[in-house]
């Protein structure tokens, strides 16, 4: 069974700062997809980066830049210069990929707090 | 291009009742899924939908049901409500199961249980 992990409850950063959310996985797939989603308080899921397990290159997407390490089974999402507006819900996900279902299995999520 | 769309967003019902939640996927995308998320039990698949055929389903008792239709839009159905399904339920879209980096939701149906 697939399993991810956020131990981290809630952060706290300063606008303009750079911030790494963590998220460990469990999976004994050898093909799987990792997904970060936020969650404002409106409550729609915000898809921000997706990384593949065969991708060699760690993914980006503008401030957004996914940390994977395989061997460590981690998928840290790194937001650059942090914005008031990235205050929300963040989630780590997996699936099966590619070629499998779309079930997600998601982590706790985490809070993140930016301050002015 | 439109994301994807549910409705109701918002909606009150007491114990005993049914309701039934729709979801219009994005234009093109042929693969719907509903995740249940409460602050107990966080996210939770619930099943999946593809070409109107259910692909996956969560772990769920039978009250809990979907459908799809044939221009992809799908809806959820919850019979005989009890308490513990005030959550809020998300769908999300993608143009077919497998390709990945592609799932989108839609904002979600608040629902409360009375």
């Known amino acids: 069974a697939q399993k991810i992990t956020q131990t981290q409850p809630g952060m706290f950063v300063q606008e303009k700062e750079a911030v790494t959310l963590d998220c460990t996985y469990d999976?004994?797939?050898?093909?799987?997809?990792l997904f970060w989603y936020k969650q404002p308080s409106s409550g729609e899921m915000i898809f921000l980066i997706y990384q593949g397990s065969y991708d060699e290159q760690n993914a980006t997407e503008g401030r957004y830049s996914l940390n994977f390490q395989k061997a460590r089974k981690s998928a840290n999402l790194v937001i650059s210069a942090s914005q008031l507006g990235d205050s929300a819900m963040y989630f780590c996900?997996?699936?099966?990929?590619?070629?499998?279902?779309?079930?997600?299995?998601f982590g706790k999520g985490m809070k993140l707090t930016v301050n002015p | 291009k439109a994301g994807v769309t549910q409705t109701p967003r918002y909606l009150i019902k007491t114990r005993g009742q049914q309701v039934t939640l729709s979801c219009s996927p994005i234009?093109?995308?042929?693969?719907v899924s509903w995740y249940q998320q409460t602050p107990g039990q966080g996210l939770q698949f619930l099943f999946e939908?593809?070409?109107?055929?259910?692909?996956n389903k969560g772990n769920f008792p039978g009250r809990f049901s979907g459908r799809q239709f044939s221009n992809s839009r799908s809806e959820m159905n919850v019979s005989t409500l009890e308490l513990g399904d005030s959550a809020l339920y998300l769908c999300?879209?993608?143009?077919?199961?497998?390709?990945?980096?592609?799932?989108?939701f839609g904002e979600g149906s608040r629902l409360t249980v009375l």
């Open positions: 996900a997996m699936t099966r990929a590619p070629g499998g279902s779309e079930k997600l299995v």
């Open positions: 999976t004994s797939d050898q093909s799987y997809g």
């Open positions: 999300a879209s993608s143009s077919s199961p497998g390709i990945t980096g592609e799932l989108f």
């Open positions: 234009s093109g995308h042929r693969s």
């Open positions: 939908y593809f070409s109107e055929t259910q692909r």
